[in-house]
T-cell receptor
């Protein structure tokens, strides 16, 4: 069965621009979570969506936002990009909100110049 | 404030020997712990987990030990194989927290030498 699909794989943006990343969960999974991985801060939780509702949010500024569609696909948006937003953005999906089957995608590598 | 810490950034071990990875946490509300393995340019892959009601869980070559009083867990890989060379992350989930929020350690890079 298809895994978690993240697009695009790589992205280069200029400081001040905005960016939208996409995540398609495993078929049937209704929970999608987003994480940011940087060399300095490691893997940090951004937010989680379940049935189109944000259930949990990490400690990131309001420039980071997300949404989930009725087909469980999710997008995250970062506005007014800063150099420090350069990171690997990972999404993970699970069936009903528990950690069983919690599966990560391969990530989107965002570089801000 | 790092709630989950992996104090060894790297580990080198000979093929066939045991790899021991350590993880400490500070949040007493954590009740479920996981280990992930990550290769470059890929997402983390789940290895093994343990609930706080247990002190040991085994799955093939992987065993996780949990010492709640010390807020410490460890992952043992026996025997280590060259394909185990990767970055390993421990992660924790908080009791009663809505949704799936994992708090990760900084990772330990393991190199298994043939």
């Amino acid at each position: 069965k298809a895994g978690v699909t993240q697009t695009p794989r790589y992205l280069i943006k200029t400081r001040g621009q905005q960016v939208t990343l996409s995540c398609s969960p495993i078929s049937g999974h209704r929970s999608v979570s987003w994480y940011q991985q940087t060399p300095g801060q490691g893997l940090q939780f951004l937010f989680e969506y379940f049935s189109e509702t944000q259930r949990n949010k990490g400690n990131f500024p309001g420039r980071f936002s997300g949404r989930q569609f009725s087909n469980s696909r999710s997008e995250m948006n970062v506005s007014t990009l800063e150099l420090g937003d350069s990171a690997l953005y990972l999404c993970a999906s699970s069936l009903a909100g528990g950690l069983d089957g919690y599966t990560f995608g391969s990530g989107t590598r965002l570089t801000v110049v | 404030d790092q709630q989950v810490k992996q104090n060894s950034p790297s580990l080198s071990v000979q093929e066939g020997r045991i790899s021991i990875l350590n993880c400490d946490y500070t949040n007493s509300m954590f009740d479920y712990f996981l280990w992930y393995k990550k290769y470059p340019a890929e997402g983390p892959t789940f290895l093994i987990s343990i609930s706080s009601i247990k002190d040991k869980n085994e799955d093939g070559r992987f065993t996780v030990f949990l010492n709640k009083s010390a807020k410490h867990l460890s992952l043992h890989i026996v025997p280590s194989q060259p394909g185990d060379s990767a970055v390993y992350f421990c992660a924790a989930s908080e009791d009663g927290a809505a949704g799936n929020k994992l708090t990760f350690g900084g990772g330990t890079r393991v190199l298994v030498k043939p």
